[in-house]
Nanobody, 114 residues
Framework: QVQLVSSGGGLVQAGESLRLSCAASGVIGSIYIMGWYRQTPGKQRELVAT???????NYADAAQGRFTISRDGAKNTVSLQMDSLKPEDTAVYYCYARLAEIYWGQGTQVTVSS
């Protein structure tokens, strides 16, 4: 059974940085896409960034230029370096992996104070 365990959330001030990490276990076969989504109360979960098995990345407009996603295919891990954080980045961040099915991590809270 595939499990995603994420870490690295926390409370920071605007302008500071955080790094989120996620490790997938129980994987048989290939992970096509890994990435991060985020969600705030009352809103739908939204894309932050993804990276496919070929290393191609996709960023939401809000993340472009401030966030960097990276992946280690051999270790089945994905990380999100978040710089110049803003209060509007406050959300629960979910790790995502697409194999034959889609899997989600448990979510990690990121809070950015102004």
């Amino acid at each position: 059974q595939v499990q995603l365990v994420s870490s690295g959330g926390g409370l920071v001030q605007a302008g500071e940085s955080l790094r989120l990490s996620c490790a997938a276990s129980g994987v048989i076969g290939s992970i096509y896409i890994m990435g991060w989504y985020r969600q705030t109360p009352g809103k739908q979960r939204e894309l932050v960034a993804t990276v496919n098995s070929g290393g191609d990345t996709n960023y939401a407009d809000a993340a472009q230029g401030r966030f960097t996603i990276s992946r280690d295919g051999a270790k089945n891990t994905v990380s999100l370096q978040m710089d110049s954080l803003k209060p509007e980045d406050t959300a629960v961040y979910y790790c995502y992996a697409r194999l034959a099915e889609i899997y989600w991590g448990q979510g990690t809270q990121v809070t950015v104070s102004s």
